[in-house]
């Protein structure tokens, strides 16, 4: 019974106190103090505890794909090396500028994670492609609109039309605002009211199995 | 298949192929595409860091990642550039672990081009857990208690009458989707804020600039380059600006032709 | 230790003053009120829809295509003989939308239980990775298929974002997925996810709150959940009273929000048209500076 009251108790006190505390003036020393605990000592604690449960499923994971052999399974020795080695990088030769683990991280990381994230230039490019077809009304003021701003951002616009950036401007201040405004405004009422389910217990997913 | 249909159904590689080299070729063989104009937003940060007294303190927030450098590092370094020009003081943090590097390597390019110290003109406090923008609210010493090379923060002149937002005239975060600023800093602490932003994610910041939440939005790189003119020190945000705008017309023209294509090959299929 | 003690019994001492000290505008700051009263009616409304689904009233809900289609996306995966992948975002258990994912993952996942297709689970969160191994072998065991459980199937791969979405992108195109889920919190990656589902032919269903983001699902993507009906999934999907109660409870209060929001266009173009500050009053309740 207590496997399932007590964290949802938990979230219930946690839940109020921070709406509570939204309420209460920064001039308040309980207030202040109660920050202090919050942001020095408990998130700090907890978030690094996050690292061993990671590294544990990690482990676990690529362990047995090794020790069964299956299909991949020399990737996972990859993996477990490349853990293994940037911690023995950085506990013996630190974390400054110049020392093996920055060179890895400048050299592999940074080239590795900008690779993946200009693939977006390409997929873009087919995306627009492929959907930016005038089927419909809709799509073709989409359409247009996507037109307008691309050519607006770019130094091209200016040789169109030379308020094209300004018009684009407008775009983006105007009708764009309105349209982000009203999701914004039905997303944050979805997720206070998820919020307020998680904190009366009405939703309980997110305390994995059911008894 | 006929010629229109081969087109609105053009492989995938023919593409991307298009677009390596739109992207490469002006890398390559600059075309100095002029960047005219400026937009409000870009200008209203430039405005209000002029404005700024001597040794002022302007907090830089770096909520990136390596992936975003080639959009986000030009604005960083140009609005840090700016501040030392303007001998400002600034205190550079870092919400992602990535981040502390990127910093790092910001704040020294800059300092050493205007001859800044660090702990006296610069600090950079790195990455740290938990809830920092409403920490830093707090008592910056007591969230972060040393710099990112761990030397203690009342062992830095700079530091010495930097607690908290109200010593702090500006913070500029720079991040890749959304700012954690807005609920913490502003709304709590009523600090100023700008942020910089890829362009995908500058849409989303416009009810806020709206709002007068934010005071200034860099979006993208266009916006890196305009700030780039605006301080007299045209860098990579100008150069990359020709790739990017030669991107933009390749997508056009590629949207434009398939737009033609569909519509001659569904005219014949009635 | 000594610190330790020192530290609680200031806290403590503090607490003691300001009781001693006591005045409503040291612990209340009544520029809030009005955000006050909206939390207290907002309360109130999902409560009270709430206690009416409880008692048995049964309310409607607008058809959402995204979810109509999730039993369809299903059977084509059972019948391609191919596994479905299922990507709960890439944020962690303080994100509302991963909260909402884990939900969709549980029908889901009782779905492909009755089916016994394989169902993929790559995680970006060690924490969430634990809590959706629960889920799903709770759903298999409630549809009596324990034995077809895999645990091994939902695994956390990186915290890195580019480095989870290149190892999510191989997994499509070497598991050949038929259909691929995007449920909860996503950033630049949602592009590179949705279009190489696209280009291994899988039928797509995405849903987020990330407002940026929503542009490259539609575009990639069969059906879409957009922002809120991502969180009104759960509701949906198990019809339970509760949950419809609160779904409801939301809905009348965005219409107010949209009654205030039309009031305060109109007064908004009177003030500007007319050159008067009659109804500055209605714009200062909504202030909290």
């Given at each position: 019974m207590?496997?399932r009251?007590?964290?949802?108790?938990?979230?219930?006190?946690?839940?109020?106190?921070?709406?509570?505390?939204?309420?209460i003036?920064?001039?308040n020393?309980v207030?202040?103090?109660?920050?202090?605990?919050?942001?020095?000592t408990?998130?700090?604690?907890?978030?690094?505890?996050?690292?061993?449960i990671?590294?544990?499923?990690?482990?676990?994971?690529?362990?047995?794909k090794?020790a069964?052999?299956r299909?991949?399974?020399g990737?996972?020795v990859?993996?477990?090396?490349?853990?293994?080695?940037?911690?023995?990088?950085?506990?013996d030769?630190g974390?400054?500028?110049?020392?093996?683990?920055?060179?890895?991280?400048?050299?592999?990381?940074?080239?590795?994670n900008a690779?993946?994230?200009?693939?977006?230039a390409?997929?873009?490019a087919?995306?627009?492609?492929?959907?930016?077809?005038a089927?419909?009304?809709v799509?073709?003021?989409l359409?247009v609109?996507?037109?307008?701003?691309?050519?607006g951002?770019?130094?091209?616009?200016?040789?169109?039309?030379?308020n094209?950036?300004?018009?684009?401007?407008?775009?983006?201040?105007?009708?764009n605002?309105?349209?982000?405004?009203?999701?914004l405004?039905g997303?944050c009422?979805?997720?206070?009211a998820?919020?307020?389910?998680?904190?009366?217990?009405?939703?309980?997913?997110?305390?994995?199995?059911?008894? | 298949?006929?010629?229109?249909?081969?087109l609105?159904?053009?492989?995938?590689?023919?593409?991307?192929g298009?677009?390596?080299?739109?992207?490469?070729?002006?890398?390559?063989?600059?075309?100095?595409?002029?960047?005219?104009?400026t937009q409000?937003?870009?200008?209203?940060?430039?405005?209000?860091?002029?404005?700024?007294?001597?040794?002022?303190v302007?907090?830089i927030?770096i909520?990136?990642?390596?992936?975003?450098i080639p959009?986000?590092?030009?604005m960083?370094?140009?609005?840090?550039?700016?501040?030392f020009?303007?001998?400002?003081r600034?205190?550079g943090?870092?919400?992602?672990?990535?981040?502390?590097?990127?910093?790092?390597d910001t704040l020294k390019?800059?300092?050493?081009e205007?001859?800044?110290?660090?702990?006296i003109?610069?600090?950079h406090l790195?990455f740290?857990t938990?809830l920092?923008?409403?920490?830093m609210?707090?008592?910056?010493?007591?969230?972060?208690?040393?710099?990112y090379?761990?030397v203690?923060?009342?062992?830095?002149?700079?530091?010495?009458?930097?607690?908290?937002?109200?010593?702090?005239?500006?913070i500029v975060?720079?991040?890749?989707?959304?700012t954690?600023?807005?609920?913490s800093a502003?709304?709590?602490y009523?600090?100023?804020?700008?942020?910089?932003?890829?362009?995908?994610?500058?849409?989303?910041?416009?009810?806020?600039?709206?709002?007068?939440q934010?005071?200034g939005l860099?979006?993208?790189?266009?916006s890196?380059?305009?700030y780039?003119?605006?301080?007299?020190?045209?860098?990579?945000?100008?150069?990359?600006m020709?790739?990017?705008?030669?991107?933009?017309l390749?997508?056009?023209?590629?949207?434009?032709?398939?737009?033609?294509?569909?519509?001659?090959?569904r005219?014949r299929?009635? | 230790?000594?610190s330790?003690?020192?530290?609680w019994?200031s806290f403590?001492?503090?607490?003691?003053?300001?009781?001693g000290?006591?005045?409503?505008?040291d612990w209340?700051?009544?520029?809030?009120?009005?955000?006050?009263?909206?939390?207290i009616?907002?309360?109130?409304?999902?409560?009270?829809?709430?206690?009416h689904?409880k008692?048995?009233k049964?309310?409607?809900i607008?058809?959402?295509?995204?979810?109509?289609a999730?039993?369809?996306?299903i059977?084509?995966?059972?019948?391609?003989?191919r596994?479905i992948?299922?990507v709960?975002?890439?944020?962690?258990?303080?994100?509302?939308?991963?909260?909402?994912?884990?939900?969709i993952?549980?029908?889901?996942?009782?779905?492909?239980a009755?089916?016994?297709?394989r169902?993929?689970?790559?995680?970006?969160d060690?924490?969430?990775?634990?809590?959706?191994?629960?889920v799903?072998?709770?759903?298999?065991?409630n549809?009596?298929r324990?034995?077809?459980?895999?645990?091994e199937?939902?695994?956390?791969i990186?915290d890195?974002?580019?480095?989870?979405?290149a190892?999510v992108?191989g997994?499509?195109?070497?598991?050949?997925?038929?259909?691929n889920?995007?449920?909860?919190?996503?950033?630049?990656?949602?592009?590179?996810l949705?279009?190489?589902g696209?280009?291994?032919?899988?039928?797509?269903?995405?849903?987020?709150?990330?407002?940026?983001?929503?542009?490259?699902?539609?575009t990639?993507c069969d059906?879409?959940?957009?922002?809120?009906?991502?969180?009104?999934?759960?509701a949906?999907?198990s019809r339970?009273?509760?949950?419809?109660?609160?779904l409801?409870?939301?809905?009348?209060?965005?219409?107010?929000?949209?009654?205030?929001?039309?009031?305060?266009?109109?007064?908004?173009?009177?003030?500007v048209?007319?050159?008067?500050?009659?109804?500055?009053?209605?714009?200062d309740?909504?202030n909290?500076r």
């Amino acid at each position: 019974m207590w496997k399932r009251k007590l964290p949802l108790a938990i979230t219930f006190i946690g839940g109020v106190v921070m709406i509570i505390q939204f309420f209460i003036p920064d001039s308040n020393q309980v207030s202040k103090s109660f920050f202090k605990i919050l942001n020095t000592t408990w998130l700090p604690i907890i978030g690094s505890f996050f690292i061993f449960i990671g590294l544990a499923s990690l482990f676990r994971l690529h362990y047995f794909k090794i020790a069964r052999q299956r299909e991949g399974w020399g990737y996972s020795v990859i993996t477990l090396a490349s853990i293994g080695g940037m911690c023995i990088l950085g506990f013996d030769w630190g974390i400054e500028k110049g020392s093996p683990i920055t060179i890895a991280y400048e050299w592999v990381l940074v080239p590795l994670n900008a690779t993946m994230f200009s693939v977006l230039a390409f997929y873009m490019a087919s995306a627009a492609f492929r959907a930016f077809r005038a089927r419909t009304m809709v799509a073709t003021i989409l359409l247009v609109t996507a037109f307008v701003v691309m050519l607006g951002r770019v130094s091209f616009g200016t040789f169109l039309w030379e308020n094209l950036p300004s018009f684009t401007e407008w775009i983006m201040t105007v009708p764009n605002m309105a349209q982000k405004r009203g999701i914004l405004l039905g997303v944050c009422l979805g997720m206070i009211a998820t919020s307020l389910k998680i904190i009366f217990g009405i939703e309980r997913s997110y305390l994995g199995s059911k008894e | 298949m006929t010629f229109w249909q081969k087109l609105a159904n053009l492989d995938r590689r023919i593409i991307f192929g298009l677009m390596f080299l739109a992207v490469l070729l002006p890398l390559i063989f600059p075309l100095g595409l002029p960047i005219k104009g400026t937009q409000p937003p870009v200008k209203a940060i430039y405005d209000y860091i002029e404005k700024l007294p001597e040794r002022s303190v302007v907090l830089i927030s770096i909520s990136y990642d390596p992936s975003t450098i080639p959009e986000l590092y030009p604005m960083t370094l140009a609005v840090v550039r700016h501040c030392f020009r303007k001998n400002l003081r600034v205190l550079g943090v870092s919400l992602t672990i990535t981040g502390v590097n990127i910093g790092a390597d910001t704040l020294k390019t800059a300092a050493e081009e205007y001859h800044k110290q660090e702990g006296i003109d610069y600090v950079h406090l790195g990455f740290q857990t938990g809830l920092v923008t409403f920490g830093m609210g707090e008592d910056i010493h007591e969230t972060y208690k040393t710099d990112y090379k761990r030397v203690s923060l009342e062992e830095l002149p700079m530091m010495k009458d930097v607690r908290t937002y109200k010593d702090i005239s500006l913070i500029v975060d720079y991040t890749a989707s959304t700012t954690s600023y807005i609920g913490s800093a502003v709304t709590k602490y009523h600090a100023v804020l700008a942020v910089g932003v890829t362009a995908v994610g500058a849409a989303d910041l416009y009810p806020y600039l709206q709002t007068h939440q934010i005071i200034g939005l860099l979006g993208g790189l266009r916006s890196a380059a305009e700030y780039e003119i605006l301080i007299d020190r045209p860098d990579k945000g100008v150069i990359r600006m020709d790739s990017q705008s030669i991107a933009h017309l390749l997508i056009l023209v590629l949207i434009v032709t398939g737009n033609i294509a569909y519509f001659i090959t569904r005219r014949r299929k009635v | 230790m000594d610190s330790v003690l020192q530290f609680w019994r200031s806290f403590i001492s503090n607490i003691l003053s300001e009781l001693g000290n006591f005045s409503l505008s040291d612990w209340f700051d009544v520029k809030k009120t009005n955000v006050l009263v909206f939390v207290i009616i907002f309360c109130f409304l999902i409560l009270y829809f709430i206690y009416h689904a409880k008692r048995g009233k049964s309310f409607f809900i607008r058809r959402i295509a995204g979810l109509e289609a999730v039993d369809e996306a299903i059977g084509r995966a059972t019948e391609m003989g191919r596994p479905i992948l299922y990507v709960p975002g890439l944020s962690g258990l303080s994100d509302v939308a991963t909260i909402a994912a884990i939900n969709i993952l549980g029908k889901v996942a009782e779905k492909t239980a009755e089916y016994d297709t394989r169902l993929i689970v790559p995680c970006r969160d060690p924490l969430v990775m634990t809590i959706q191994q629960e889920v799903v072998k709770n759903a298999y065991i409630n549809k009596g298929r324990p034995d077809a459980f895999k645990a091994e199937d939902i695994f956390f791969i990186t915290d890195s974002q580019f480095g989870f979405v290149a190892a999510v992108d191989g997994l499509m195109v070497r598991e050949k997925t038929a259909t691929n889920f995007y449920m909860g919190m996503f950033w630049a990656e949602s592009l590179l996810l949705a279009e190489t589902g696209n280009i291994t032919g899988a039928i797509q269903i995405a849903g987020t709150d990330a407002v940026a983001q929503l542009p490259f699902f539609i575009t990639a993507c069969d059906y879409t959940l957009i922002g809120e009906e991502l969180y009104a999934a759960s509701a949906y999907l198990s019809r339970e009273p509760l949950l419809l109660g609160a779904l409801k409870g939301q809905d009348y209060s965005k219409f107010i929000l949209l009654v205030l929001i039309v009031l305060g266009v109109v007064f908004a173009t009177l003030t500007v048209t007319c050159c008067t500050d009659k109804f500055s009053w209605f714009m200062d309740l909504f202030n909290i500076r």
